[in-house]
């Protein structure tokens, strides 16, 4: 019998007829469909769409920075790009990918799968949340825009200090970065808040910590990563704002300033950042690998532990990025140890994938064959880590091409694999029509074989002491080869992609509908109906234990063979999807993030009185969205829950810097 | 049957039961102190660097005056009281006194900035200013940083101030008054830590 | 075995040993960091030796095991239902044991030799200071007052204890066969110690923390001697420059002042600028401009004509080398006079 119950999202029931009439200066937006719909959303559904378009448009930016690099290094001495323009484009490749690409590709993950997948209805805060895709765009829009406004951030994505100060990086290109970086910063640290306390807070009934899908665990493990990582880069950035643009001595050695602070504080956010990078991609093979294995995922307690242990362990090894800095045998051995044990946690995993797989029944459609690949590639990059803790030895691989053969091979191979496997795995559920599985699987093909053909000869060119971040290189020194195979590779990533996007486009015309269960799904969002309802479900569900939807459909007999159950009952539809209140959409999020670009132009070119402005209608809009109500008043409103009264309208002020928690 | 139960109080979101017991936005203040925690220890880890490394230019020695920042910090500490008192106010529905105490909470609030103010220009006029040396850079931006924050955390008593001036904070919304609170009384045991670190403890 | 199986096994399998084959026929490559001509990097060989070893293990192991799941459990048919296995708690502690203890020996062997790696060599050192500039390498030889740049000269089988530092932003120096990289961070010391075995022979490195535009350029080149063979060297190095007064020469060396070059390079005895690197003996060094380029008229010539335009710099915001608009006659005078700093 189903239980009717109240919908679980923060919404307020009754507002005071007082608050409508003042709630801020804008009418409430009132499109469903079409452009404003889109820009006033706060359903997590779009938000997650929009977080997926927007960010695989910047892969194929960064797609196409990567295929300028490998064009210039073919041949040694050459001459496609200029010593500058080179270092512009490495510096945004590395940026863009990390920041622009797999962090907001995970977001988009985030944003669509988890409410569905704990039997919510929508995130804790939904103009938050559509504040920080917002702000996202806006952050990367800003750091692009360098390239035609006098040059691109080329300081590396690192942005080592003092090469980054303004003696040896005049002109705006690192203000770019910087203001670029911190509003980006804002979008990830309020998404962060986001996550968390939604899956802390908003899980169905039934749904303990412990019957979370592995995915949902790694949503909450990255925001937890992000949380704290997130500040330690912003004052990293803000010390070099001030030194740039104020005159602070920080990185100025002449006045005692250390370049090693810069190093530390980076590597404090940059390692986590990397688990952050990685986590999300490793919770969606965890859900992939058991749907197309018929089997569960092999010790589920394990995998969930060892994900809480990068979590921790994470913020103890940043200093391996600092091995040939000179700090010392006891930092250095310290740090190599912590190294070397975090690979436990992360070798587990890959034990207990292939434990998943082993006497199961594999299916190898395209999002199998795409998190096989995951677990295959992310091993090679994972032993290659494992030699750099060796560091002695490090002190030769440190910088050399050996190492960008490592993190390609976890990044590339290991998240963008994992992602493209969650690409093709809810596809069908987030648009309703499946992709081609036939070009799917000449596309994994092709990505697979160009992936290894660019990025494998990264080891041997490592090896044969081929430093990193050089614009050219002479001949006579052995590259030549492996440098001109790499480029080819590359070259079959780009047409893999093209691939890809000729899959979109034509499954998006064929519309091969296939069901609102087509992979026989595991867990919580293969209940929905394709496309996904606003309200996502009519009835929350109350949960039994991990996997829950498939035990709705399987049990299992004395030896633990499958024995399929007789399908349910239709749930009595006892709800009137109208009676279900949902967040209304608001201008606010939209209004309040673009106040952000205003300001970081205004301080890039020193229009002081214009950052004054942008800060003003940053708060503004964020007084006017506390004081409008997350939910506007329905004429056929349900009572209960007791939930009276108006918002409570904590007005959140605002700088750039410190994002004030806000009712949504 | 419903696995969860609803309680008036306690795990109450506005009538919607969270797993934790704790209302999103409380449960968000917390979150989002905790990333504070981080902002402020990058920072201070910053000063203590640089505590004794300057090259040139005036020391903390020669600058601080201890007597002048243990009277503003002292205030700084009596507004965390009236802020407990507001909170207390609202929680028995007494609202002229919810709003007496956030007012002074914000008063109290801005004698702290204004003597900050004093000190900053007085430190300038003896020749420290951020460009001096790292003392100087650390220095303020640590302290400015915590400045900007005690600064928009008046601006939050006075909004709430205002709105309960206009019948908005009833005694249902005194979570509200309470969530403020638990900014503020972060944004003072910061400065206690700093007050601490940066001015009691002698540099060699 | 299906043909599909089969052909699988030849398309995974072939260029696998392929790129092992050739990667472990290869004639070294000058920067070849597996290929250690010294005491120290063959301590470093000695430890990546078991390492990867057991890294390549592992990598077959587990691969294999993938391939062998992926063909063995294909599905059979669309209802082919396998028995659920949720976990095996005697499995997982062991996968996770195993691999914690193999790291912590791994772990061992790394400490000791980091400990044994810092210690400064005893009995006769040579002292070197390494000082990085944007784009070029400055030695100094502390014990002997010499100063020279892009070209480090040691002797063999005696220990060179080198202070890595830098000017302007982070580099690091790197001679891959000697000694694994150090960093030269501004406002900081590190050293390192190198050694080689083999007189005769010219160790090729480069920066390895990138530094800016010229990144790439700034190249590293270790010269080993004899101990004969470096005495006279040394000996040729603290040999004050002959400056001529007459001639194309004599006229070189007044352009030489007069242009301005003085106030950025030393001639010792003449000029004694530190910002660029000291010429006194510029023509008994094999290449210039960090290393880049060979040393000979052509090249230097292309050199003076247009200095950013040969090598990526920024002197208007003062970093590098500026064109000082020399005619070709300037330029031949200048070099007249170079070519007799020996």
């Known amino acids: 019998m189903a239980t009717v119950l109240e919908p679980t999202t923060t919404t307020e029931d009754i507002v005071d007829a007082e608050v409508v009439e003042e709630s801020g200066l804008l009418r409430r937006p009132k499109a469903t469909t079409g452009v404003w719909s889109w820009l006033t959303t706060v359903d997590h559904k779009k938000i997650g769409i929009l977080y997926g378009i927007t960010s695989f448009t910047f892969f194929l930016v960064g797609g196409s920075e990567a295929l300028l690099i490998r064009l210039q290094l073919a041949r040694p001495n050459g001459t496609v790009l200029s010593a500058d323009a080179y270092n512009q484009v490495f510096t945004m490749h590395g940026t863009t990918m990390v920041f622009l690409v797999v962090m907001p590709l995970s977001a988009a993950f985030f944003n669509y799968l988890t409410p569905l997948m704990i039997g919510a209805r929508d995130v804790a805060f939904p103009r938050l949340n559509a504040f920080s895709y917002w702000t996202f765009l806006f952050g990367a829009l800003l750091i692009n825009s360098s390239f035609l406004l006098g040059g691109a951030p080329n300081g590396g994505w690192f942005g080592y200090a003092p090469n980054t100060s303004i003696t040896f990086s005049p002109g705006h290109n690192i203000d770019f970065w910087i203001f670029g970086l911190q509003i980006l910063g804002i979008a990830s640290t309020v998404s962060a808040v986001n996550f968390i306390v939604t899956i802390l807070n908003l899980r169905a009934p039934g749904m303990t910590l412990f019957r979370m899908p592995v995915f949902v665990w790694m949503t909450l493990v990255s925001s937890f990563l992000m949380l704290f990582a997130m500040p330690v880069i912003t004052i990293a950035l803000f010390l070099l704002m001030f030194d740039r643009l104020f005159g602070a001595n920080f990185f100025n050695t002449a006045a005692g300033g250390n370049p090693l602070l810069w190093q530390h504080l980076f590597w404090l956010f940059g390692h986590p950042e990397v688990y952050i990078l990685i986590l999300p991609a490793m919770g969606i093979v965890s859900e992939i690998l058991p749907v197309f294995s018929r089997k569960p995922l092999f010790g589920y307690p394990v995998v969930v532990f060892s994900g809480i242990a990068i979590g921790f362990m994470g913020w103890g090894v940043w200093v391996h990025h600092m091995f040939a800095v000179g700090l010392g045998p006891v930092a250095v051995s310290a740090f190599s140890v912590t190294t070397m044990l975090i690979a436990v946690p992360t070798g587990v995993k890959i034990f207990n994938w292939i434990a998943t797989m082993w006497r199961g029944s594999l299916r190898l459609s395209t999002p199998m064959l795409f998190a096989i690949g995951f677990v295959a590639m992310f091993t090679i990059g994972g032993l290659s880590g494992v030699t750099h803790a060796v560091s002695p030895h490090d002190r030769q691989q440190t910088d050399t091409y050996y190492i960008v053969a490592h993190f390609h091979y976890v990044l590339f191979g290991g998240s963008l694999f994992g992602i493209m496997a969650g690409i093709y795995y809810w596809w069908p559920k987030i648009f309703g029509y499946a992709l081609s599985e036939r070009l799917g699987k000449l596309q994994f093909w092709l990505w697979f074989i160009g992936f290894n053909v660019t990025f494998g000869p990264f080891h041997l060119l490592g090896l044969a002491g081929m430093p990193r971040r050089i614009y050219t290189y002479p001949k006579h020194m052995g590259w030549d080869f492996w440098n001109l195979v790499a480029s080819i590779g590359a070259f079959v990533i780009a047409f893999s992609v093209l691939i890809f996007l000729y899959n979109v486009m034509h499954s998006r015309k064929v519309r091969n509908v296939v069901g609102d269960d087509p992979w026989d799904g595991r867990t919580l969002e293969w209940t929905l109906p394709t496309p996904v309802p606003a309200y996502n479900f009519a009835v929350v569900p109350t949960v039994h234990g991990v996997d829950d939807f498939w035990h709705q459909k399987y049990t299992e007999d004395e030896q633990g063979r499958l024995v399929k159950l007789p399908p349910q009952e239709a749930q009595a539809d006892d709800v009137d999807p109208a009676s279900i209140h949902l967040p209304s959409p608001s201008y606010y999020p939209l209004i309040a993030s673009f106040g952000l670009p205003i300001m970081a132009y205004a301080m890039i070119y020193g229009a002081y009185l214009v950052a004054v402005f942008g800060g003003i209608v940053i708060i503004g809009a964020l007084y006017a969205w506390a004081l409008e109500p997350s939910a506007e008043p329905h004429d056929d409103h349900e009572g209960g829950g007791g939930g009276d009264g108006a918002d409570p309208g904590d007005t959140g002020s605002e700088g750039a810097a410190a994002v004030e928690e806000v009712d949504a | 049957m419903s696995t969860t139960t609803v309680d008036e109080h306690g795990g109450d979101d506005h009538g919607h039961v969270t797993n934790t017991g704790l209302s999103n936005e409380k449960l968000a203040m917390w979150t989002f102190l905790g990333s504070e925690c981080l902002l402020f220890g990058a920072l201070i880890s910053t000063y203590l660097l640089y505590r004794g490394k300057s090259v040139s230019g005036p020391t903390p020695k020669d600058i601080y005056d201890i007597p002048y920042t243990s009277v503003s910090s002292f205030v700084l500490l009596m507004s965390s009281l009236t802020m407990v008192l507001a909170l207390a106010a609202i929680q028995r529905g007494d609202h002229r006194r919810l709003r007496v105490w956030l007012l002074a909470t914000a008063l109290l609030g801005a004698t702290f900035i204004s003597g900050q103010v004093y000190e900053f220009t007085s430190f300038i006029r003896e020749g420290l200013t951020i460009k001096t040396n790292v003392f100087g850079s650390s220095f303020f931006v640590l302290t400015g940083f915590h400045g900007v924050h005690v600064t928009l955390g008046i601006v939050m008593l006075l909004s709430l101030w205002s709105m309960s001036m206009r019948g908005k904070l009833p005694e249902e919304k005194a979570e509200v008054v309470e969530i403020a609170g638990l900014y503020w009384h972060f944004v003072d045991v910061v400065w206690i830590v700093i007050f601490t670190v940066v001015y009691l403890i002698p540099s060699n | ?342």
């Open chain 3, 1 to 342: 075995m299906t043909t599909f199986r089969r052909r699988l096994r030849f398309a995974l399998v072939l260029p696998a040993f392929a790129l092992i084959a050739t990667a472990c026929s290869r004639q070294p490559e000058p920067q070849d960091i597996l290929n250690p001509q010294g005491p120290i990097s063959r301590k470093l060989d000695s430890l990546w030796n078991p390492v990867f070893l057991i890294a390549v293990i592992i990598f077959v192991l587990v691969e294999g095991l993938i391939l062998f799941v992926l063909i063995r459990y294909r599905a059979k048919s669309d209802d082919d239902a396998p028995v659920q296995v949720h976990g095996n708690t005697t499995l997982e502690i062991g996968w996770t044991i195993l691999p914690a203890l193999l790291l912590l020996i791994v772990g061992f062997f790394t400490v000791t030799t980091l400990v044994d790696l810092d210690r400064k060599p005893t009995g006769d050192v040579l002292n070197v200071k390494v000082i990085g500039h944007q784009w070029w390498w400055e030695y100094d030889y502390l014990d002997y007052k010499v100063t020279t740049a892009n070209e480090l000269h040691i002797p063999v089988g005696q220990p060179v204890f080198v202070k890595v530092s830098s000017v302007d932003v982070i580099h690091s120096f790197w001679a891959p066969a000697l000694a694994g990289k150090m960093d030269a961070v501004p406002g900081r010391d590190n050293h390192l110690t190198i050694q080689a075995d083999k007189a005769g022979q010219t160790y090729l490195g480069q920066c390895t923390e990138y530094c800016g535009l010229s990144h790439a350029n700034m190249r590293i080149r270790v010269v080993t001697h004899t101990q004969a063979d470096f005495a006279r060297w040394i000996a040729d190095q603290q040999r004050e420059a002959a400056i001529p007064t007459s001639g194309t020469a004599g006229e070189g060396a007044s352009l030489f002042k007069a242009k301005g070059c003085g106030g950025c390079h030393s001639v010792s005895g003449y000029t004694a600028g530190t910002v660029g690197p000291n010429l006194t003996h510029l023509y008994s060094r094999k290449t210039f401009a960090g290393a880049l380029f060979t040393l000979d008229e052509q090249q230097l010539r292309l050199w003076l004509r247009d200095p950013p335009g040969q090598k990526p710099m920024n002197p208007n915001k003062g970093l590098g080398m500026p064109n000082l608009q020399l005619t070709e006659d300037e330029i031949g005078k200048l070099i007249a006079f170079l070519e007799t700093l020996h």
